[in-house]
């Protein structure tokens, strides 16, 4: 696992796109694993950027889902659907016929889940998935005692997360839904590439119980620990509890440029 500690969000964005940029260059029709929350959309803003400057062609990229709530139309603004074409799609000029997610209405949301999984894998895998992380650990929406081996499936949201979430529903918890679809941590870890990014000193406790404790259900991100490609970019707020910071400053400033993150 390697730990970039930028300056700030705006520079984790930059590193990011850049490293996407240079997978979608290589590979033109890459499989992009992207998040919602608020974390990643320095990320989508410094791509949709080189797209517009022309420095990244983004004609046959491909963009999938991580996780979804049950029961909201696609329609709806705030299903993660809507909230993607929104944010990483249309400003990326991706079509949706290139968009792979789970459906999130389907009556039977197990079946859902394992076409899902299926079609990610008939899609060749993800190449780089983005992952934000919650105030308690989670990722997708795999919260605390997720199994390491998980697959896509439905889960039930911690009262945390709703409440996190809230702000997205006109700040009144009861409409958040109870239930989501998420890729399991054992899905996540399939794809080539996962890069993680936190912000802000909220995260603080989650990144240093990632990073520097053991890997355990309790905090799903620890998960990442396992990958042999996973990389953590963090701000200084969110690094300000590791104890290994200066160690992971040392290392990235003395890594060759060539080999990107
Ligand atoms: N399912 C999403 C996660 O994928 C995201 O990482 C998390 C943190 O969001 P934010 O980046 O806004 O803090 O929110 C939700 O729970």
């Not at 993680?196 to 603080?204: D, I, P, Q, R, V």
């Amino acid at each position: 696992m390697e730990v970039v500690i930028v300056a700030d969000a705006r520079s984790g964005g930059e590193l990011i796109a850049e490293a996407m940029a240079q997978l979608l260059r290589r590979k033109p029709d890459a499989l992009l694993g992207v998040a919602t929350g608020s974390t990643p959309l320095p990320v989508y803003e410094a791509l949709a950027a080189r797209v517009r400057a022309g420095t990244v062609d983004t004609a046959r990229a491909r963009i999938a889902q991580l996780d979804e709530y049950v029961g909201l139309p696609a329609e709806h603004p705030e299903s993660y659907r809507s909230v993607l074409r929104r944010e990483v799609l249309e400003p990326l000029g991706v079509k949706m016929e290139a968009f792979l997610g789970p459906d999130g209405t389907a009556d039977d949301v197990q079946a859902a889940c394992e076409a899902y999984d299926r079609a990610l894998a008939a899609a060749g895998g993800v190449d780089l998935q983005l992952l934000g992380i919650g105030t308690d650990g989670h990722i997708g929406f795999n919260e605390p005692c997720s199994s390491l081996r998980s697959r896509t499936r439905i889960k039930t949201l911690t009262e945390q997360t709703r409440v996190d979430n809230a702000r997205f529903f006109d700040g009144d918890v009861e409409q958040v839904p109870h239930h989501v679809i998420t890729q399991g941590i054992g899905t996540i870890l399939e794809a080539r590439h996962v890069v993680l990014l936190a912000t802000g000193e909220g995260k603080a406790d989650a990144v240093a119980a990632s990073v520097e404790g053991p890997v355990a259900a309790v905090c799903p991100a620890s998960a990442l620990q396992l990958h042999p490609h996973a990389t953590v970019v963090v701000d200084e707020a969110a690094a300000s509890k590791l104890k290994l910071a200066e160690y992971f400053r040392h290392t990235y400033a003395h890594k060759p440029r060539w080999q990107g993150i």
